[in-house]
């Protein structure tokens, strides 16, 4: 099979590529995966996908990767993903994206989360966004974290929350952090308390300032004090 030309290969019929054991297809070069065609991309049957080697899945162009089917991506294992490229994982469409698992979602290089695209974040569901690890979280760009909708916000654990770089913190929004549960919001620690800005703090309705405990309100510094409007206080 490695034999094979490029020309050889990219005129197989979706019946010949199906053909194929794991072990044949596995055994392409590099080079020859990446001559076959989007159909033909389309066509692996999701066995076949799934056990791809990893070598294999980094050889496919983007074109390639966005051809696959929401059935082949959902066939692909953690370490597929893992071995994927930013560019790569930037190319999915957002519905390939929805077809992650969470166990996929885990298995995105830290490195590689800041390729994301803004739409593709933005289609997580509330389970894929509460799979991320706080690696992932923080990995997020600024740009990228502001996209976050207040519905995927809500559904950060408090591990997710309490992990939060203090950078990360005085990025959230009005929208973002009045949607702040009150169990996400005691979830802080004193130092992300500390960070918030006065925006912020003055955004914070007053339910949510009242459901911070005695140790989160002494972290509140002068500055952060003065901020606050009669209400917050009372």
């Not at 929208?175 to 500390?194: D, G």
């Amino acid at each position: 099979v490695s034999t094979l030309l490029s020309t050889q290969l990219r005129t197989l019929s979706t019946e010949q590529l199906e053909a194929f054991t794991s072990t044949q297809f596995n055994s392409l070069t590099a080079t020859q995966v990446a001559t076959l065609t989007t159909s033909q991309i389309e066509g692996l049957t999701t066995s076949l996908v799934g056990n791809l080697t990893n070598a294999v899945v980094s050889a496919f162009t983007e074109e390639q990767v966005l051809a696959m089917t929401t059935d082949q991506i959902s066939k692909l294992t953690g370490a597929h993903i893992t071995a994927m490229s930013s560019a790569q994982l930037a190319a999915l469409d957002t519905s390939q994206i929805e077809a992650f698992s969470t166990a996929q979602i885990v298995a995105i290089d830290v490195a590689d989360m800041a390729a994301l695209r803004e739409e593709q974040l933005a289609n997580l569901s509330s389970t894929q966004t509460a799979a991320l690890t706080t690696a992932q979280l923080n990995a997020l760009t600024s740009t990228q974290l502001l996209t976050l909708p207040t519905d995927q916000v809500q559904a950060l654990t408090t591990t997710q929350v309490a992990s939060l770089s203090t950078a990360k913190v005085q990025l959230l929004n009005e929208e973002q952090l009045t949607t702040l549960t009150s169990t996400q919001l005691n979830s802080f620690t004193t130092t992300q308390v500390a960070a918030l800005v006065s925006d912020q703090i003055q955004n914070l309705t007053t339910d949510q300032v009242s459901t911070l405990g005695t140790t989160k309100v002494a972290a509140l510094t002068g500055t952060q004090l003065d901020a606050m409007s009669t209400e917050q206080l009372e």
